[in-house]
């Protein structure tokens, strides 16, 4: 017969064989959109500037934090991890991946200032999640719009800098998004709409050369048929501007 206490406890912990980790839950994205807005431009800036390193960026997918307890859950709005496989993911679970997230975003607002300043902000604390930045884009309630915490042995404290020592990035709020650059070169991380400015500007600029390429060509091919007119027109002259002339 089994021990009671064995069969209680098979009861009380679930088994991980029929557990399902969501990876939905059918709410908004975001709350209005230039909060969407905001997440997608950071979600975009950071994949580039990260692409090529063992390190994911994930926007608005469950991080599951306790295996066997899928209730528990956050959904960061933008979360980095360093030293996992890149790309995405339908959902992040810590024990799976050994890594917790190194930076977590969160594009706050009046109405989830609360929850963002209080559970979000002491869960990421606990699992240690170096950096937690909360950006207003509406300026509702952080009146400059960004402010960032960073790990001091257990705890946050807040960052006075402006700048993201894991990321090695230099941030600033430019109107609804936050500006990204970098510290080594002091380079602006562009934003989709930038990166695809900066490439027209560059295949006009190749149009412009090979355009100014041809018409070098063009004249110095009006050159040659010149030359060879006025050859043409010695010779009928009785002179032979090939032959080597007399001193």
Known sequence: MQNPETVMTRLLIPQSSSIVYSSSDGEPLAET???LYAILVTLEVLKQYLQGRQATVLANQ????????????VAPDVMVIF???PGGRDNYKIWEEKQVPIVVFEMTSEGTKNQDQGFKKTLYEQLGVQEYWLFDPKGEWISEQLQG??????????I??????PLQLRLQVEGGLIGFYREDTGEKLLIPEELAQALQATEAR?????MRAEQAEMRAEQAEVQVEQLKAQLRALGIHPDEPQPS
Not at 149 to 158: E, Q, S, V
Not at 160 to 165: A, Q
Not at 206 to 210: K, L, P, S, W
């Open 62 to 73: 469950f991080l599951y934090y306790s295996e066997g307890f899928p209730r528990l859950r």
């Open 206 to 210: 190749a149009e412009q050369a090979e």
């Open 83 to 85: 030293d996992v496989t």
């Open 33 to 35: 959109y230039i909060h």
């Open 149 to 158: 915490y960073r790990l001091d042995g257990d705890r946050y404290k807040l």
């Open 160 to 165: 006075t800098d402006g700048r993201s020592d």
